[in-house]
């Protein structure tokens, strides 16, 4: 296939800009917007009224989407939730006593360590599914059931549209299992598909930040090092903001839990150092604002994405607020991944680096 990059400067650019259309599309193949019922996608047949424990696994940004996954499925569903990375996964022989379904996650369906841990889990007998981007890749034709993502082709070797479709389909099968594991009542599920509709707009709503986010990331140059904090859901992208960061601008970055940051993060806090904090205004935002105060204590220069509501609460002076809209919780992962990617796209183009095609990385990995 050849895919033009447009008027845009950069696949990446073109691909964050494409994510209300394929969030829409990815959502609507896991909801009847109509009736505002949670559903499986086309010909797929998968119960989540018997799964009590699942087992993930991804690599890369698919991982922290996975990771992310667990939030979803452990709250709406309550199916416990085990995570590894691929690489792990294939060689650690968990014995996966009590696991129900093995759940994999790829945007190309090629990737060597992911292929290999599905077949291990087939092997082990396991009934195994996969959120996938390329519906005729090697993973998508062996799981038992290929759960599409409708991003179209992704050509940034950094994952972005992807990534916030991936999200979309793991937040609207947690539905959906909790629904069949009787954990979710028709109007609590009318509720959370309704939010999830809301998904495009809000990223919608995420662009309009893009030119102050530009002048954060001109002065990120300046930086060697960069951390990134959030708790529950927002830890997961914690570690993709890292991510995606450091893989297309090179500036070395960390993602942590916000309250691991007193168990070693905190001694590289100073006033040379760049913090992101992720806090929507969700159940432990004043969690993450204790940990921000720790950080304003010793000098850090905070970058604080939130919304309305945080924006107000939080205590300390950020040198840069970004807000976005208040929004139902279930959303969060998906719109906050947003102005991360921006972040790490205009800190590359400001140092020159090639975007989307960052050194030393390959779109698919199909080597170990
Ligand atoms: C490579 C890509 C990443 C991707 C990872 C997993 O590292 O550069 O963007 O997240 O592979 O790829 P997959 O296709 O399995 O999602």
Redesign the pocket.
């Known amino acids: 296939f050849y895919v033009d990059k447009g008027n845009y400067r950069h696949f990446m650019q073109k691909e964050i800009y494409e994510q209300p259309e394929v969030v829409g599309h990815t959502l609507g193949a896991y909801v009847d917007m109509t009736s505002g019922r949670s559903r499986l996608p086309g010909e797929v047949a998968l119960d989540f009224g018997a799964v009590r424990r699942m087992a993930l696994s ?6 922290y989407a996975a990771l992310t996954g667990r939030y979803f499925f452990e709250r709406y569903a309550r199916i416990a939730c085990d995570l590894d990375v691929a690489s792990e996964f294939r060689y650690r022989e968990s014995p996966l006593d009590g696991v129900d379904l093995a759940l994999f ?7 060597a360590d ?1 292929l290999a841990s599905l077949r291990y889990a087939k092997a082990a007998g396991l009934k195994t599914a996969a959120i996938v ?1 390329v519906p005729e890749s090697t ?1 998508a034709r062996e799981a038992d059931a290929a759960l599409p993502t409708l991003a179209g082709p992704e050509i940034g ?3 972005t549209k ?2 916030t479709c991936q999200l979309t389909a793991l937040a609207a099968l947690s539905v959906r299992a909790g629904v069949e594991r009787g954990r979710i009542s028709g109007a609590e599920e009318a509720e959370l598909t309704r939010a999830l509709s809301e998904a495009p707009r809000m990223i919608a709503e995420a662009f309009k930040l893009e030119s102050q986010i530009e002048a954060i990331a001109r002065e990120m140059t300046t930086h060697r090092h960069a951390l990134f904090l959030g708790r529950g859901s927002s830890f997961p992208l914690a570690l993709e903001g890292a991510l995606k960061l450091k ?1 297309i601008s090179y500036i070395h970055a960390e993602g942590y839990a916000a309250g691991e940051l007193k168990h070693g993060p905190i001694a590289l806090i100073d006033e040379t150092m760049p913090v992101i904090v992720i806090a929507p205004y969700d159940g432990v935002f004043e969690k993450t604002v204790s940990n921000m105060q720790e950080v304003a204590a010793r000098g850090g220069r905070i970058i604080l994405v939130t919304d309305e509501k945080g924006a107000k609460a939080a205590p300390v002076a950020a040198a840069a607020t970004l807000v976005l809209p208040d929004m139902p919780e279930i959303l969060t992962p998906i719109v906050y991944a947003v102005p991360l990617q921006m972040l790490a796209y205009h800190t590359a183009v400001h140092m020159g680096t090639d975007v989307d095609q960052p050194r030393n ?5 199909t080597v170990e």
């Not at 996650?105 to 990737?111: F, I, K, L, M």
């Not at 990385?361 to 990995?365: D, T, Y």
């Open positions: 991804a690599c890369g940004t698919g991982y996650v790829s945007q190309s369906g090629e990737t992911t981007n993973i070797v950094a994952s992807a990534f893989e990385l390959a779109k698919s990995v």
